[in-house]
């Protein structure tokens, strides 16, 4: 199981205005939530929250999160960015409870080269990132791997061929493709034109099109 501990500060008051004011004070605001608690708003460091995010599996990696005294094991539950820049604009916690399953995204990592990728020049082309599963919090895995070694070209591997730590209720459909070995792309090059060709050509007019002016709002 993947954890890491951050710290927050208990707010009161609520608002787009307030928000705005963490924001431009270097903080985020956010809220953590679940077992029966009310939600609670709370403010966290802009930058100890953007190493952090940048560090972790953050749909799977259980936080242990410092509000005052008191220490609480989360979960990520959702991260609003700005639609155009990296800054995270709110954070959603779950409190999590020993016992009581949640559902999680588990990232994939495929390991080792493909055999049709070694022998035959194909690629690997990976389709799926991710599996959705209903896990204890305890025993949530970092990753999943996904051994491509002996995968020829022109075959795939799918979900019911995962090797899967026990514990883990698999909520993705088992005949989701997972990744695939395919042929690389022919690349078609261009044959001079006979010189009769040539000459039948130089008459035809070049299309030009004109590009379109895209205005781009901010949200």
Avoid at 99 to 126: H, N, T, Y
Avoid at 132 to 144: A, K, Q, R, T
Wanted: with cysteine; net charge negative; aromatic share 2%.
């Amino acid at each position: 199981m993947a954890s890491a501990t951050l710290s927050a500060e208990v707010r009161n008051d609520r608002g787009k205005g307030v928000a705005r004011k963490l924001r431009a004070a270097g903080r985020v605001p956010g809220v953590v939530y679940g077992h029966g608690r009310e939600p609670q708003s709370l403010s966290l460091v802009a930058r100890d929250l953007d190493k952090l995010l940048s560090s972790i599996a953050a749909g799977s990696t259980v936080i242990e999160l410092t509000l005052g005294r008191a220490t609480t094991k989360t979960l990520i539950r959702e991260i609003q960015r700005h639609p155009f820049k990296k800054q995270v604009l709110h954070i959603d916690f779950m409190e999590l409870v020993a016992g009581e399953k949640v559902i999680v995204d588990i990232p994939l990592v495929f390991v080792g080269i493909p055999e049709g990728v070694r022998l035959s020049g194909a690629l690997l082309e990976q389709i799926v990132h991710s599996i959705e599963v209903n896990v204890d919090p305890s025993n949530i895995p970092n990753h999943i791997d996904v051994d491509v070694t002996n995968l020829a070209m022109g075959h795939s591997l799918h979900v019911r061929d995962l090797v899967l730590p026990e514990g883990l209720e698999v909520l993705t459909d088992e005949d989701t493709t997972i990744c695939a070995v395919i042929a690389p792309r022919a690349v078609l090059e261009e044959t001079p034109a006979a010189e009769g060709d040539a000459a039948a050509a130089v008459g035809e007019p070049e299309l030009i099109r004109k590009a379109k002016d895209e205005d781009e709002g901010e949200k």
